[in-house]
């Protein structure tokens, strides 16, 4: 019987510990917050209790991020920051449903995706703005049988793809000629 009670006794004791647990994860009151945080999230403090635990998280993850980053990094945010700001709602939802779209992808693919940014990135300015505008003038049909070419080759071996980049194509085979 005591050990009965016992065992009821420990288990009403662990009871509260996972609800303990996930009061943890919950964001802090502002008051809890750290100087650097508070200085960063400022413009919410009036509002904070107010904002859902989920935006609290992201908004103190993004306090983190922020003052982990270089100037450098904090200048470029900044920039795209202030280019987001001025795009229109529909831009705005255009770039998020290719944000949504891209996660979704498999990681080889996000990969590869993040490759050829690296690679156009890193063009001269003139040759990105020469592709560009090749890309803006072709038709939706010319830009599908583009992305078609590109599948295709993607698919070749690295040799196949030196051999067509340096021009050379193989020699096709004739038919052999009939006799009569």
Known sequence: MINCRLLVLGLLLLGPVPLAAADNDAPPAWDQLSAKEQRLLKPFEKRWEALPPERRQRLRKGARRWAAMTPEERQRARRRFARWQKMTPEER???????????????????????????FKNLPPERRHQLRERWKNMTPEQRQRFRERRRHNRRMSPGERRQRQDGYRAPQRRAPARHR
Do not use: D
């Open 93 to 119: 939802r255009r770039i998020r449903r290719r944000f949504e779209r891209f996660r979704q992808l498999p990681p080889e693919e996000q990969q590869r995706l993040r490759q050829r940014h690296k690679w």
